[in-house]
């Protein structure tokens, strides 16, 4: 089993809708979690940071789920900018940092 | 806006030749990682260092090395470039703490011929 797994879509929807996308993570003692956004043939970009009690960012809303080992990401109102693949970030217990293999959002007109 | 170099951006060479894939940070990160991504996959840590003097290697098998001897340069080398380490190279740094992320440089598109 990954570390850490996503679904890797593609989650096709039209521009106004908004959109979740989940990722479990394995290792208990994790502390730290990130999404972050890579467009194609890009480097990763740092999103958002997830805290416990959850975050807002403007259209972008992270969640912890925490007794069920789980993150989430909801983005409202999509815009055809948000095409990209959405990355699942766990700090482990081993001092690195752990990437899901990414989630791919097309939003189409 | 995080402040990680690498160079070259875009590199195609002939096999056997040695290469040096250029990685430098301005931040003063402690830690320092070497992924490799084939186009549409995911991101494989091949190195990593905490600090002047320490690397490791990740969880994919690399044939490259790579040094530390200051904190803001992690270079990476391949000795013998082959066909197979044609892929995209991202350079990344992060602070010191474990709730701090990493920040990632431009990559390098390597093509072996």
């Known amino acids: 089993r990954k570390e850490v797994e996503q679904d890797p879509g593609p989650f096709n929807v039209p521009e106004g809708a908004t959109v979740a996308f989940n990722c479990t993570y394995s290792?208990?003692?994790?502390?730290?979690f990130f999404w972050y956004r890579q467009d194609c043939r890009k480097e990763p970009k740092l999103l958002m940071s997830v805290y416990s009690s959850g975050n807002e960012d403007g259209r972008f809303t992270a969640q912890l789920n925490r007794a069920s080992q789980y993150i989430s990401l909801l983005i409202r109102d999509s815009k055809l900018s948000d095409s990209a693949t959405y990355l699942c970030v766990v700090h482990s217990g081993f001092q690195k940092l752990v990437f899901g293999t990414g989630t791919r959002l097309l939003v189409s007109p | 806006e995080a402040d990680i170099y690498q160079t070259p951006r875009y590199l195609v060479i002939g096999t056997g030749k040695k290469i040096t894939l250029e990685c430098s940070q301005t931040m003063g990160h402690d830690k320092m990682y070497w992924y490799q991504q084939d186009p549409g996959m995911e991101l494989h840590l091949i190195h990593y260092s905490y600090g002047v003097n320490s690397t490791e290697k990740g969880d994919l098998s690399s044939e490259s090395t790579v040094s530390r001897i200051r904190t803001e340069h992690f270079p990476l080398t391949l000795e013998s470039a082959r066909p197979s380490h044609t892929s995209q190279y991202l350079c990344?740094?992060?602070?010191?703490?474990?709730?701090?992320?990493?920040?990632f440089g431009d990559g390098t598109r390597l093509s072996i011929l």
């Open positions: 990344a740094s992060s602070g010191t703490y474990s709730n701090q992320p990493q920040h």
């Open positions: 290792n208990s003692a994790s502390q730290s």
